[in-house]
Structures are given as C-alpha cells and as structure tokens.
C-alpha cells in the first residue's frame, strides 16, 4: 500500500484493494496586509506576518476501485470543522493544525438503482489560528496591537461572551457580511457555536465554518 497523504484517520491511497487519489493540490503564503505607521496610543506596532495558511485539493471517488462512494461522503461530511496536521509524503505540510472548512461534492454518477459509482470531492482546509484570524482583521484598520494589548483584548472578549451568553452549543446569527478570512456571511443563516477562542467565535453553518469576532455574533431569539 502507497499513502500519498494523511489528515486525521483520514488517508489518501493506492492500495490493490482501493484507490483515492490528490488532485489540483494549491496553497500559498501571503503576508497581511500592510499596517500603517501611526504611533499614536499605547503599544501599537507596525509588524506584518502571515495570513492564514488555506490549502485546496479534490479527489474521485470510483466504486470500480473499491471505494464505498455514499459511505465516503457521509464520513467526510462528519469531519468538517475538525483540526489536524496534514502529511505529504510522510511530511508535514502546512501548520500544525489544519481545518476542514469545507467539502464540496460534484460530478456523481449514479447507476439505474440510485447508488453512487462516482464523485468528485474538493476539500478546502484553513489554519486554524484564532489569534491570527484576529490579527488579520485587525490589520484591515491599519493598526495591531502589541502582545500585551492583545492579552488584556482576550480577556476582555472572554467576559463579553459569557456576559453575551455565547458558548458552544448555542445557536447564532452574524451580523456582518464577510468573516475574518473574508469569505462572504449571510446574516440570515442560523449557526452553531463550535468554539469560542479568544474572543473569536467558530460557527458551524449551511456554507461551511465561519469565525467571527464575539461583537459581531448574536443569539438566536
């Protein structure tokens, strides 16, 4: 047996038995956004670093090569939101902790009888960095607090949300549009709470996983 990759429990593989192959993997390093130089406050900085570390590949799934087409998408379907490190050739690629943001399932085939021979997956990871996601939507302003100021912001976010009610289980709306990596948010979407790090809140939702700052997030009445 050939492993080509490794996330979790979860390989991709070459075996006499089974085959599931790597397709199309794209990653890049992409630095923040410039901040600017504005000296004014305490402890302000104009460090830059990294943005969150995104990772993209798919996969065909073929019932002529023994692979279990339905029962595959419904395990992946259970590993979204999850964190691991993601092998390559026995190596480490990307952080440490790598979310599943999404799977998206495409081009299944199906025989007379409804069962799936087919199906393409195209998986889309993100690290999994709470601190850095804030960072990153803090460098929109122009302005990054220093380490320091970061630690009394955590706090104070941490009582906001049990002030707020928010906890995981509970079930929310955003109140802006896009999320810290950008992607776009529907207000109208009820969520749920997965984790809350930092102050930032990770939600479950129709579209894949969102984190959001606590001020951005309310209860569902």
Same mark, same amino acid.
């Given at each position: 047996?050939?492993?080509?990759?490794?996330?979790?429990?979860?390989?991709?593989?070459?075996?006499?038995?089974?085959?599931?192959?790597?397709?199309?993997?794209?990653?890049?390093?992409?630095?923040?956004a410039?901040?600017?130089?504005?000296?004014?406050g305490?402890?302000?900085?104009?460090?830059?670093?990294?943005?969150?570390?995104?990772?993209?590949?798919?996969?065909?799934?073929?019932?002529?090569?023994?692979?279990?087409?339905?029962?595959?998408?419904?395990?992946?379907?259970?590993?979204?939101? !999850? +964190?691991?490190?993601?092998y390559?050739n %026995?190596?480490?690629? #990307?952080?440490?902790k790598?979310?599943?943001? =999404? @799977?998206?399932?495409?081009?299944?085939?199906?025989?007379?009888?409804?069962?799936?021979?087919?199906?393409?997956?195209?998986?889309?990871?993100?690290?999994?960095?709470?601190?850095?996601?804030?960072?990153?939507?803090?460098?929109?302003?122009?302005?990054k607090?220093?380490?320091?100021?970061?630690?009394?912001?955590?706090?104070? !976010? +941490?009582?906001?949300?049990?002030?707020? %009610?928010?906890?995981? #289980?509970?079930?929310?709306?955003?109140?802006? =549009? @896009?999320?810290?990596?950008?992607?776009?948010?529907?207000?109208?979407d009820?969520?749920?709470?997965?984790?809350?790090?930092g102050g930032?809140?990770?939600?479950?939702?129709p579209?894949?996983?969102v984190?959001?700052?606590?001020?951005y997030?309310?209860?569902?009445?």
């Amino acid at each position: 047996m050939s492993t080509i990759a490794k996330w979790r429990k979860q390989k991709w593989l070459v075996s006499p038995e089974k085959i599931k192959d790597l397709r199309s993997l794209a990653f890049s390093y992409a630095q923040q956004a410039d901040n600017n130089n504005s000296t004014e406050g305490k402890g302000l900085t104009n460090e830059k670093g990294l943005e969150l570390f995104k990772m993209s590949f798919s996969t065909t799934l073929l019932a002529a090569v023994g692979v279990d087409v339905r029962k595959e998408i419904n395990n992946w379907k259970k590993e979204v939101t !999850k +964190t691991g490190a993601f092998y390559l050739n %026995g190596k480490q690629l #990307g952080p440490k902790k790598m979310r599943l943001d =999404k @799977v998206g399932v495409s081009n299944i085939l199906v025989d007379n009888k409804g069962r799936m021979l087919q199906a393409t997956l195209q998986f889309n990871f993100v690290e999994d960095d709470p601190e850095k996601a804030a960072d990153t939507s803090t460098s929109a302003t122009g302005v990054k607090a220093s380490k320091t100021d970061k630690e009394e912001l955590k706090t104070s !976010k +941490t009582d906001n949300l049990e002030t707020q %009610g928010i906890k995981t #289980g509970s079930y929310v709306h955003s109140t802006q =549009k @896009v999320d810290l990596d950008g992607n776009p948010v529907n207000t109208d979407d009820t969520m749920k709470v997965v984790s809350t790090k930092g102050g930032v809140v990770t939600m479950s939702g129709p579209n894949g996983t969102v984190s959001l700052p606590h001020n951005y997030v309310s209860l569902v009445d």
